[in-house]
């Protein structure tokens, strides 16, 4: 099965992403992505899928995957039962190979991080006292942004570069080699709609920056992501969102339904719980008191 191509939502002139998931489940989509993830398992149970593995995940998990490697976490069945009790929750940190500026791995320093990046193509569990170390800095760089996360994630790489506790899951074979026009494309569509989300945009605007006719364009957009465009602009406004109740416990949800381009409080909260599961102020309160799981345990294959 092909993977589909995931435009990771992060701010156009970013390198990198922190984001804390509470989500009904983590779907089903088998997807890809340039950017390296550390993902940590708050909550949640099921199978996931990495690269050319199948194997369980629990929550207390974490794990480092390459750019481009095939993932997807498929939550048990109860997770679909839309019972309101019963969420995922995740805290995922994305970034660049060169999240540090295009000369970054072009510098001596840098090789045992070229060899991490080698090592994470095959995707790597973390364990141990490294597991120990990377879970505070990756829920404290969820609720910051600017040089601060940066700093963190930066961080969380020197770590991972004298580590010896991280064990291979998939083999290198189960890397995706994605076709650069259509990610190119993707990518400008992609960075469009990042800079003018807070605004209204038409399919005739979105279509013209792909060069496509509106009806090749939607046809296109849905053939690749598996969504219209509509739909990935609501993601991409509720994601920023989810960005604000974090970062800021003493925002209102009426500010930041309108900084994030809803134009009405019941249009926000009606989608903000559909792609989320809980309300806006359901998702502020458990983001600001997340209790740890306990130690990881290494799941049955």
């Not at 390459?66 to 019972?83: A, I, S, T, V």
């Not at 259509?182 to 800079?195: C, G, Q, S």
């Not at 416990?249 to 930041?256: F, M, R, Y």
């Amino acid at each position: 099965m092909k993977p589909q191509f995931y435009l990771v939502p992060r701010d156009v002139l970013s390198s990198h992403v922190s984001r804390h998931h509470i989500l009904p489940n983590f779907g089903t989509i088998w997807h890809y992505h340039p950017e390296l993830e550390l993902h940590f398992i708050v909550r949640g149970e099921g199978v996931r899928f990495v690269g050319d593995n199948v194997s369980n995940f629990n929550a207390g998990e974490l794990l480092l995957l390459g750019e481009n490697l095939p993932h997807m976490w498929r939550c048990n069945e109860q997770y679909f039962r839309q019972d309101p009790t019963i969420t995922a929750e995740a805290v995922v940190v994305q970034f660049l190979p060169d999240f540090m500026g295009q000369d970054f791995l072009q510098k001596p320093e840098v090789d045992p991080i070229l060899h991490l990046y080698d090592k994470a193509k095959a995707g790597l569990v973390i364990t141990g006292k490294t597991r120990e170390a990377l879970i505070p800095l990756m829920l404290e760089s969820a609720k910051t942004s600017g040089l601060h996360r940066l700093v963190l994630i930066l961080s969380m790489v020197d770590i991972l570069t004298t580590s010896e506790e991280m064990h291979p899951i998939s083999t290198k074979d189960g890397l995706y080699h994605p076709n650069k026009e259509e990610t190119d494309r993707l990518n400008k569509v992609y960075n469009y709609a990042l800079i003018n989300y807070r605004r209204e945009l038409t399919l005739e605007e979105i279509a013209s920056v792909a060069n496509l006719s509106v009806t090749s364009f939607c046809r296109y957009f849905k053939m690749v992501t598996k969504k219209t465009f509509h739909d990935f602009l609501i993601e991409i406004r509720i994601s920023h969102a989810q960005r604000m109740l974090v970062e800021d416990i003493d925002i209102t949800t009426e500010a930041v339904c309108f900084e994030c381009g809803f134009n009405n409080r019941s249009n926000f909260f009606s989608h903000f719980k559909r792609i989320t599961g809980i309300t806006p102020f359901e998702y502020k309160r458990k983001c600001h008191h997340v209790q740890m799981p306990p130690l990881y345990q290494q799941p049955d294959n």
